[in-house]
């Protein structure tokens, strides 16, 4: 079992999350259900994910979790962008979301990487 708190993918999408929660405050209350849950949803499956994985036995299992995470990044990238697109987030506001977003990617990319390349 892996300590999920010593994972930086984890701890950057868990800072991504408290920042979308942050950013969806101001939403329209009639999206509540809708593109502030969705969003909200996808951004905390992220680090969850990770979590959920970290603890599995087994490298694939561990793998199938982290690809799981990877794929509720990216709804949460098009989520922060459809967003932007209907006039909810500023692009002051969405784009430190959407950089976030990416190294996450990229930081998640890269311990996905790793963990397949273990024998």
């Known amino acids: 079992m892996r300590d999920f708190?010593?994972?930086r993918a984890w701890e950057m999408?868990?800072?991504l999350v408290v920042n979308i929660y942050s950013?969806?405050?101001g939403f329209p209350k009639e999206e509540l259900y809708a593109l502030t849950s969705q969003l909200r949803r996808a951004a905390y499956s992220v680090p969850a994910n990770i979590v959920e994985g970290s603890s599995r036995e087994s490298k694939k299992d561990y793998l199938h979790f982290l690809?799981?995470?990877r794929?509720?990044?990216s709804e949460t990238h098009y989520f922060i962008h459809l967003a932007n697109r209907l006039?909810?987030?500023?692009?002051?506001?969405?784009d430190p979301l959407i950089s976030a977003t990416?190294?996450?990617q990229r930081v998640l990319s890269?311990?996905?990487?790793?963990?397949?390349?273990e024998t």
């Not at 006039?87 to 969405?94: D, H, I, R, V, Y």
């Not at 890269?110 to 390349?117: F, T």
Request: aromatic content about 2%; glycine content about 8%; charged content about 25%.
């Open 5 to 7: 708190k010593k994972i």
């Open 13 to 15: 999408a868990d800072d």
């Open 23 to 25: 950013a969806t405050k």
């Open 67 to 69: 690809h799981i995470a």
């Open 71 to 73: 794929g509720s990044l």
């Open 87 to 94: 006039g909810f987030l500023l692009q002051a506001e969405s």
């Open 102 to 104: 990416i190294e996450t």
């Open 110 to 117: 890269g311990l996905i990487k790793s963990v397949a390349a």
